[in-house]
């Protein structure tokens, strides 16, 4: 069959990658993969905070860099991630964050946002500004910057993210808010505010990480929901984990969970993006996060492609 960016093509949607820069370059049928199925990708970590700055004032941009000859090569865009986040963040901050008072904290962040946006402007097609940003109980996070500089860090973010790179499109981006409950309501809140006041905000990144013990998420109505605030949104970390060894139920399951999840995103007209959070289950994430789920990608462990892709092709 067509890869999966030929047929997304004809649609007008870009279908993403997660990539790991060590691959990169190093892997031959990765790049094979990355290059000839996907439009679009994302840095799975070497745009975050403590891969660009790990010590004070000394920056270290060449996996991003690669990264983006490599998409640039391969006509794909990139979505940047992430700017502000609780997370991932270098040790030198973590130090120094307690003692931190508000002036400090914010022209720190102002910095970043300003640094990394003006390293890679121009470049980048959907920054996540702010990612999860909110508990489950739909309360903002208690961070650094929340408690630094209070609930107003996100709207500041978004504003200087604006200034730094205009042409960017600027998206919050998080996890469990693809199902109606506190943290939706929530984030919905949160974007509702910003729009009226005009902040520039651009989209909602629905990250999606199933587990095929819950329920697959209705992204179809949520997704519009958000769009009739005359936000985008994307489908930003696609993968559908489950508990190994995978029995047929769950792979049905699974393939489930990658089908309706495009689908939405398809029948969503401000759905910009579909991105699965890594191709290869060799790669992924889940293991080392979820102790005993596992084969969550749309590739195995060998990098061939599972019931799971042909699942995506048949809905593209
Ligand atoms: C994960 C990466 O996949 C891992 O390699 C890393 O060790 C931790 O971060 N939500 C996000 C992503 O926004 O940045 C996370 O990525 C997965 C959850």
Not at 73 to 99: A, C, E, F, K, M
Not at 110 to 116: G, L
Not at 160 to 178: G, M, R, S, T, V
């Amino acid at each position: 069959g067509q890869s999966l960016r030929a047929l997304a093509q004809r649609s007008g949607l870009r279908i993403g990658t997660a990539i790991n820069t060590d691959q990169l370059g190093s892997n031959a049928r990765y790049d094979e993969i990355a290059a000839s199925q996907f439009s679009s990708v994302t840095p799975e970590n070497v745009m975050k905070w403590d891969a660009i700055e790990p010590q004070r004032g000394k920056f270290d941009y060449a996996a991003a860099d690669e990264l983006i000859r490599f998409a640039k090569q391969h006509h794909q865009l990139v979505r940047g991630h992430t700017l502000v986040w609780y997370n991932q963040l270098p040790q030198w901050l973590t130090d120094i964050g307690p003692s931190l008072t508000t002036k400090q904290a914010t022209a720190i962040l102002k910095q970043h946002i300003f640094d990394e946006m003006t390293h890679f402007k121009g470049r980048i097609w959907q920054w996540d500004v702010v990612n999860e940003a909110f508990n489950e109980d739909g309360t903002l996070r208690d961070n650094l910057w929340l408690q630094k500089i209070g609930p107003s860090y996100i709207e500041k973010a978004f504003r200087w993210a604006h200034q730094a790179d205009p042409k960017a499109l600027l998206f919050y981006n998080d996890y469990n808010i693809e199902y109606g409950g506190p943290k939706q309501d929530g984030a919905y809140a949160l974007v509702k505010g910003l729009v009226k006041k005009g902040v520039p905000i651009d989209g909602v990144g629905f990250q999606t990480h199933l587990d095929t013990q819950y329920d697959i998420p209705d992204l179809r109505t949520t997704m519009q929901r958000f769009a009739k605030l005359g936000l985008k949104t994307a489908e930003t970390e696609v993968d559908v984990r489950t508990t190994l060894p995978v029995t047929s139920v769950e792979l049905s399951a699974q393939k489930a969970g990658y089908s309706e999840t495009l689908q939405a995103c398809l029948l969503v007209k401000a759905c910009i993006s579909y991105t699965v959070w890594g191709f290869g289950d060799a790669f992924s994430w889940i293991p080392g996060v979820f102790p005993g789920e596992g084969a969550a990608d749309i590739y195995d462990e060998h990098l061939v492609a599972k019931p799971e892709y042909t699942s995506l092709q048949t809905v593209l």
